[in-house]
């Protein structure tokens, strides 16, 4: 299933990809171009001649294309500000690429006033572990389970390979699938997904958030 899909009322679109990131970048792209909805593409990548798609979306986005070079010397960040302006009616920002990237574009969008639902992301891989992290004890009260789970391995994969099954999809943080109730222990938050409201009730996205102690024990 497509995890970042173009949301229905789209009718105008700032796209941003970092790096690597342009590759479901460029698919949003490709929808809206035949669906005639217009769009600007802001791109960033460590040069030019190795930036995938680069020719393509230069050709869909027309004079909307920028492309910004961080391994020339004296290249300037991506104005945000600017690259995002004031938000219209109907209008919505879709970015990929390192979490940096993610959280500057997120950040800058609901600054402008863009409402939360017209700011999509995703990241191109997981967010990794901490420096701080702690091996963490993890007991799930239904099955009866305590396992010891190491930083690098999430908290969702050492739970399936422990046979305990639980939904998930996209396990970078940002569908919400994989989010289970916490009994005890607090919780470092490293999802896209949960509201405050939802992380105050007590549940966890797995696949990415860690525990601050020792020891957390799920509904599961």
């Not at 173009?6 to 679109?13: D, E, L």
């Not at 690429?97 to 409402?115: H, I, K, T």
């Not at 639980?166 to 009994?183: D, F, M, T």
């Given at each position: 299933p497509n995890e970042f899909p173009i949301v229905p009322s789209t009718r105008s679109a700032i796209l941003v990809a970092g790096g690597i990131g342009v590759t479901p970048i460029v698919a949003i792209a490709r929808e809206l171009k035949a669906r005639g909805i217009g769009f600007a593409v802001h791109y960033t990548a460590r040069g030019e001649a190795t930036a995938a798609y680069r020719g393509e979306l230069a050709a869909m986005g027309g004079e909307a294309y920028r492309f910004?070079?961080?391994?020339?010397?004296?290249?300037?960040?991506?104005?945000?500000?600017?690259?995002?302006?004031?938000?219209?009616?109907?209008?919505?920002?879709?970015?990929?690429?390192?979490?940096?990237?993610?959280?500057?574009?997120?950040?800058?969008?609901?600054?402008?006033?863009?409402?939360?639902?017209?700011?999509?992301h995703e990241l191109f891989k997981a967010p990794p572990p901490k420096s701080t992290d702690r091996p963490v004890k993890v007991d799930l009260t239904r099955s009866g389970t305590r396992l010891e789970v190491a930083p690098g391995t999430s908290i969702l994969d050492a739970v399936l390979a422990a046979g305990v099954y639980v939904p998930h999809s996209c396990k970078r943080g940002e569908c919400g699938e994989c989010a289970v109730k916490v009994a005890a222990g607090s919780v470092s938050h490293r999802d896209r997904f949960l509201t405050p409201e939802q992380r105050g009730g007590g549940l966890a996205c797995i696949c990415v958030s860690w525990s601050d102690g020792d020891a957390i024990t799920l509904n599961l």
């Amino acid at each position: 299933p497509n995890e970042f899909p173009i949301v229905p009322s789209t009718r105008s679109a700032i796209l941003v990809a970092g790096g690597i990131g342009v590759t479901p970048i460029v698919a949003i792209a490709r929808e809206l171009k035949a669906r005639g909805i217009g769009f600007a593409v802001h791109y960033t990548a460590r040069g030019e001649a190795t930036a995938a798609y680069r020719g393509e979306l230069a050709a869909m986005g027309g004079e909307a294309y920028r492309f910004y070079d961080t391994a020339r010397e004296g290249s300037s960040r991506m104005p945000l500000q600017e690259v995002l302006g004031a938000p219209v009616a109907g209008r919505h920002v879709y970015v990929c690429g390192p979490a940096s990237l993610v959280d500057a574009v997120v950040e800058a969008a609901l600054a402008q006033g863009y409402p939360p639902e017209c700011v999509h992301h995703e990241l191109f891989k997981a967010p990794p572990p901490k420096s701080t992290d702690r091996p963490v004890k993890v007991d799930l009260t239904r099955s009866g389970t305590r396992l010891e789970v190491a930083p690098g391995t999430s908290i969702l994969d050492a739970v399936l390979a422990a046979g305990v099954y639980v939904p998930h999809s996209c396990k970078r943080g940002e569908c919400g699938e994989c989010a289970v109730k916490v009994a005890a222990g607090s919780v470092s938050h490293r999802d896209r997904f949960l509201t405050p409201e939802q992380r105050g009730g007590g549940l966890a996205c797995i696949c990415v958030s860690w525990s601050d102690g020792d020891a957390i024990t799920l509904n599961l």
